[in-house]
């Protein structure tokens, strides 16, 4: 769009308290975008595995490192929690897993809804790898995961503000540069837009900041 069309452009104004709860969940997830995946593995009080993702995820603060996410309400659930929400709140333990592009597809498949006895790594055919501090298994081959012991769980609205604390950091060699910090180039991550469509950070562009 050149300036002077830019500078014809018109906008609309609108009170989200008018417009009820799916177009204003629509609008959100239309316009904050892309979010990233926390594709988030716990392990229930039974010791059934869950893996689900989540497009409400991001970074908290970084001392202590605080990674949080946010589960809505189910109606099918009995308490209305999500399978990872009830799991996080009996043990206060949860993995991020990383999604690349090579699971997204199997991220999808992890969004279905199963009973509570049933495992999403094995409705997807996904390995297991071993966690070293939790319970809940890290996704075998994932490019990156963290391990978090949950801090705290603020209730807002219809929704659950998760927040933990990342106690282990899984990153595989390939990601990382000879001083061990993660090379960005290399992260190929899949990011939520709207409704059914996604994307991948595969066009980059650099920026250096001013003083």
Known sequence: MTEPEREKETSREFDPTERG????????????VPRPIGWISTTS???VDNLAPYSFFNVATTDPPTVLFSP????????GRTDTARNVRDTGEFVVNLVTGEFAEAMNETSATLDPDESEFDHAGL?????????PPRVAGVAAAMECELHEIQAIGRHELVLGEVVRFHL??????????VDVTEVDAVGRLAASWYDWTDDRFEMERPD
């Open 172 to 181: 595989a060699d390939r990601l990382l540069t000879d001083d061990d910090r």
């Open 21 to 32: 709860l799916g177009w204003t969940y629509r609008t959100l997830t239309s316009v904050v």
């Open 45 to 47: 009080a039974e010791g």
């Open 72 to 79: 809505g309400r189910r109606s099918h659930a009995e308490d």
């Open 127 to 135: 390995e297991r790898a071993a966690s070293t501090v939790v319970t």
